[in-house]
Nanobody, 125 residues
Framework: QVQLVESGGGLVQAGGSLRLSCAASGRTLSNAAMGWFRQAPAKERTFVAAISWSGGRTSYSHSAKGRFTISRDNAKNTVYLQMNAMKPEDTAVYYC??????????????????WGQGTQVTVSS
């Protein structure tokens, strides 16, 4: 089985930065794409960013592009989400996910096979 554990969430002021980490353990996911999603209170879960196994391809939501950067270190089985110039509307629970046999970088949560428990991010105005 595969476990994903997010960390790095917290409270930050608007304009500030946070870096989320997602550590994978258990069975090795060779070639897996990784994604970050978020869910604000009373809202649906939405796509934030995704990265291919090699790190050579990335995809971002409109709201994340230009402010967030997704990266990964396969030697450490860890994926990161650097969030800069944060806004109150970024407040949400952030989840990482793994798509074990990706064809493309999917923005749909339904394509992902494994999920972490989430980490809370709160941006104050």
């Amino acid at each position: 089985q595969v476990q994903l554990v997010e960390s790095g969430g917290g409270l930050v002021q608007a304009g500030g930065s946070l870096r989320l980490s997602c550590a994978a353990s258990g069975r090795t996911l060779s070639n897996a794409a990784m994604g970050w999603f978020r869910q604000a209170p009373a809202k649906e879960r939405t796509f934030v960013a995704a990265i291919s196994w090699s790190g050579g391809r990335t995809s971002y939501s409109h709201s994340a592009k230009g402010r967030f950067t997704i990266s990964r270190d396969n030697a450490k089985n860890t994926v990161y989400l650097q969030m800069n110039a944060m806004k109150p509307e970024d407040t949400a629970v952030y989840y990482c996910a793994a798509e074990e046999y990706p064809i493309n970088l999917s923005r749909s949560g339904e394509m992902y096979d494994y999920w972490g428990q989430g980490t809370q991010v709160t941006v104050s105005s």
